[in-house]
């Protein structure tokens, strides 16, 4: 059984549900330890007593022990000493560990706090802290230093509309549960970080590449690519740029990945070959320590990590056993990287990277014989498309999941996508060695420019043809799991022709189509408002079936991030297929007629009530400083977020005092009625 040969596959799957428990249970070390501990001597007793082999299976647990373990000590709360258990403090003392990314108005970093000031005395802490300088006080703060800061620092706030991107989880699982806007006069530089350190040197280098390629670069959008493909930086990618790859299913390339180290190794593989022999260690020492060079030049990034060890491991297994299952190497990489960082586990990359592999290294072989051509121009093009469509296969059920649509074309924009990344990177990575020179620099670096406009206008193209993208694919957990299920019966199926897995495939089909009629019924008769909470600013969702309508003033109906931010996720999960925008004024007080009710929007200050017996009255821009207007109102006040906080809190307390029903989206996220 295929199974079988992948032994590795049992410790891994322990491992992974160890980590999933931790964030269930969050048990105790001691617990975890008690655990191990139990697990470990069952298993040596099963090894000594033949009546007691049969506890030899306790071994395997000691992974889901490991899992549990290594959760514990990578989560910084744990620590009784983190700043989120330290109470008040006036000032606290943190060291900028991150590249510095550049925003429209602010200065975006990460910082280590390792001290805070309560009083007279400073107190050791650790934890971890997201900073934003403003532009205006005239700072850039650099990897290394150190500053004291006035203590305004704030919790990460959960995501305040339904179905949006959970940011605060996902700064959590890096360890970072907070965040400071600082203006001038906020912070002070106190020093730096002395001597000589990795992570220091690989964001001195980083720093390096963005002033070489602003040197080099016409456009904002050569830059964003640039950036992002050569050294891991997505700062400078703007939003357009982002949905032409997407839409293209050329996202990856945006990003330092396993396709990066392949071509990379490639490219060292043909120039080393050159002067070593290929079957000798250290041909295979040299190309891995100029691929662990690289993951250090691009800012030892977790994905370039992930994807170096990742190859590294498999070049490795390849090298030493020539003759094992690489799926075994594959997995004993992701066992090292998620016991290092185990909420790499719930990382989108992590999980697509390894998906993505895995596929290529089951589904390839078969997919490459299907057709042999022997004119090598054509026959470079179907092992690349059978590369996308292998990686495809395996990634389609999460893709659905996490981003809820389909590149159509991927066949079409991979090819080109592979043909001239695999030029430009090791291009790219030549530019930032020889910029200086003269004459020889400026020259490479025309052909960068060209290479990237290329490709840009490649997948440009490709992303505006008709039906470039399945869009609003929205799937919950469970036809992900029976989307699995049905891929590996076909593959099995395909392997053994054994007719149980054509029963396997049948039934998940079954519930799929179930589930999908079940879905699909329920969207065609909801009825519901949704009030947004958008900061410093105001909207409603009108949905009807499967069609929804905003409204909202004219800036923000027209502005794509609000839809893609606040927006897109909700509609997504309600099936919308019909969407449209409803304008209204900037001011004034208006009554919007619906057949799920009647709202009345108040945006006038001190506005009057326009009629008495609508249910809801949404406050917008300060129309209401007071409730004197809104004594003879019996229905539900609603104020959204472009209200400044002080009105808030000072109608609040009114409210309380003479038991007005009221609702503040600031403190309780969107409010949905249903029909």
Request: aromatic share 14%; net charge positive; proline share 4%.
């Amino acid at each position: 059984m295929y199974l079988r040969s992948i032994p590795v596959l049992r410790y891994f799957i322990l491992l992974i549900v160890g980590i999933y428990l931790y964030q269930w249970y969050q048990p105790q070390l001691g617990q975890i330890y008690i655990f191990i501990s139990t697990a470990f001597i069952l298993g040596i007793l099963s090894t000594k007593i033949n009546k007691l082999r049969f506890l030899k299976h306790t071994i395997p647990l000691l992974f889901l022990g490991l899992g549990l373990a290594s959760s514990y000590l990578f989560d910084q709360k744990n620590q009784g000493n983190h700043i989120t258990k330290v109470g008040k403090f006036d000032q606290y003392m943190a060291m900028i560990d991150s590249y510095t990314e550049s925003k429209p108005k602010t200065y975006k970093v990460t910082a280590k706090i390792f001290a805070v000031k309560k009083g007279s005395k400073w107190q050791n802490v650790v934890g971890e802290t997201m900073l934003y300088f403003n532009k205006e006080a005239n700072t850039v703060p650099k990897y290394g230093e150190v500053y004291v800061l006035k203590n305004t620092i704030r919790e990460i706030e959960a995501p305040k509309n339904p179905f949006e991107f959970d940011y605060k989880t996902y700064q959590a699982r890096k360890n970072i549960f907070t965040h400071q806007f600082l203006r001038e006069g906020d912070f002070k530089l106190a020093g730096e970080m002395k001597g000589w350190s990795l992570l220091k040197f690989a964001n001195s280098l980083n720093v390096y590449t963005h002033t070489v390629f602003k040197e080099i670069l016409d456009t904002p959008k050569q830059m964003g690519v640039a950036e992002a493909m050569i050294g891991g930086m997505k700062a400078e990618l703007d939003f357009e740029t982002k949905q032409w790859y997407s839409a293209t299913g050329a996202i990856h390339v945006l990003a330092v990945s396993g396709m990066h180290v392949v071509i990379l190794f490639v490219v060292l593989n043909k120039l080393l070959g050159l002067f070593l022999d290929k079957k000798k260690p250290f041909f295979l020492a040299a190309i891995l320590i100029l691929l662990w060079s690289y993951a250090i030049f691009t800012g030892l990034s977790p994905s370039v990590c992930r994807s170096t060890l990742m190859f590294s491991m498999i070049q490795l297994g390849t090298f030493f056993r020539r003759d094992d299952n690489p799926v075994n190497t594959l997995l004993l990489s992701a066992i090292i990287l998620l016991i290092i960082v185990p909420n790499w586990l719930y990382d989108v990359g992590f999980q697509l990277s390894y998906l993505a592999v895995f596929g290529i290294m089951v589904i390839y072989p078969s997919l490459k014989r299907l057709f042999y051509f022997k004119w090598k121009p054509i026959r470079w093009i179907w092992e690349i498309s059978a590369v996308s469509i292998a990686a495809q296969i395996f990634t389609l059920p999460l893709t659905l999941y996490y981003f809820h649509q389909f590149p159509n074309y991927f066949l079409l924009a991979n090819p080109i996508v592979s043909l001239v990344s695999s030029f430009m990177l090791p291009i790219g990575l030549l530019v930032l060695f020889i910029a200086k020179i003269p004459y020889l620099g400026a020259a490479l670096g025309l052909i960068f420019k060209w290479l990237i406009d290329i490709l840009n206008y490649s997948v440009y193209l490709i992303a505006e043809l008709p039906n470039a993208l399945s869009a609003g694919l929205s799937i919950s957990i469970t036809t992900v799991i029976l989307l699995f299920l049905t891929i590996a019966s076909i593959l099995l199926f395909l392997k053994n022709k054994e007719v149980i897995y054509i029963k396997l495939i049948a039934i998940t089909c079954l519930f799929l189509t179930i589930s999908g009629a079940n879905q699909l019924f329920k969207q065609n008769k909801q009825k519901e408002i949704t009030f947004h909470f958008i900061p410093n600013g105001w909207g409603i969702s009108v949905i009807e079936g499967r069609s929804a309508t905003f409204i909202s003033t004219d800036s923000l109906c027209n502005e794509p991030l609000i839809y893609q931010f606040h927006l897109k996720n909700y509609y997504d999960a309600k099936g919308i297929k019909n969407y449209k925008t409803q304008k209204v004024a900037d001011q004034g007080n208006f009554i919007i007629n619906y057949d799920l009710g009647n709202i009345q929007w108040m945006k006038t200050p001190n506005g009057k009530i326009i009629e008495k017996n609508t249910p809801y009255i949404v406050c917008s821009e300060n129309a209401i400083k007071d409730l004197i207007n809104l004594s003879e109102f019996d229905g539900t006040i609603i104020l959204d977020g472009s209200n400044k906080k002080w009105v808030v809190e000072k109608i609040k307390a009114e409210a309380e005092q003479k038991k007005k029903k009221l609702v503040v989206l600031y403190d309780t996220g969107s409010k949905t009625l249903t029909f």
